[in-house]
């Protein structure tokens, strides 16, 4: 079948960098003590090209002082309400200890956060890499996806779903 439906176009590093910049929350994978991917959504800033986070101790901070490297997605609806948006973040993370000076300058502590226990750990994310993409509709079709019906508008965009620990199943 023919993808007549939507145009993909690859974004630049400064398209994707502005596109995070229009967003607040992510979802940051990390792998667990097993080498097991996990994920978790999180809000986020983007300050100087990096991103930060901010965090209570758990299971997401423990696997980054096991091993730093993680990828971060960001997806949305644009301004327009006529496209969809997705951007990728291949990076090492860091645990901010001792850099009260890069914490208090880049804004991470203002950082709204949907969970309302107090956050003390902060997180920067440096990429390697940075990649996204641009599904824009056909000037024939108009603004339906496959699947998915017309575009919403941003101010119809679903409400964010606050993250729960994961049930792990195992054979029995």
């Not at 509709?137 to 965009?157: E, F, I, W, Y």
Request: a neutral charge; proline letters at 6%.
């Amino acid at each position: 079948m023919l993808n007549r439906y939507r145009h993909i176009r690859h974004l630049d590093s400064a398209e994707c960098w502005a596109l995070l910049d229009t967003e607040t929350l992510g979802r940051l994978a990390v792998l667990d003590e097993t080498g097991r991917p996990d994920l978790f959504p999180i809000n986020y800033l983007v300050h100087y090209r990096r991103l930060y986070m901010q965090s209570v101790y758990g299971s997401k901070t423990a696997s980054i002082l096991r091993n730093p490297a993680v990828a971060f997605e960001v997806d949305s609806i644009d301004a327009a309400g006529d496209a969809r948006w997705s951007v990728v973040i291949r990076g090492n993370a860091t645990l901010l200890e001792d850099e009260e000076l890069e914490i208090r300058g880049s804004g991470v502590r203002r950082l709204a956060s949907f969970e309302p226990s107090k956050k003390w750990d902060y997180i920067r994310v440096a990429p390697a890499s940075i990649t996204g993409i641009m599904i824009e509709p056909d000037a024939d079709n108009g603004s339906t996806v496959r699947g998915l019906g017309p575009m919403q508008s941003p101010a119809h965009k679903p409400k964010d779903i606050s993250h729960r620990p994961p049930i792990h199943l195992s054979n029995q």
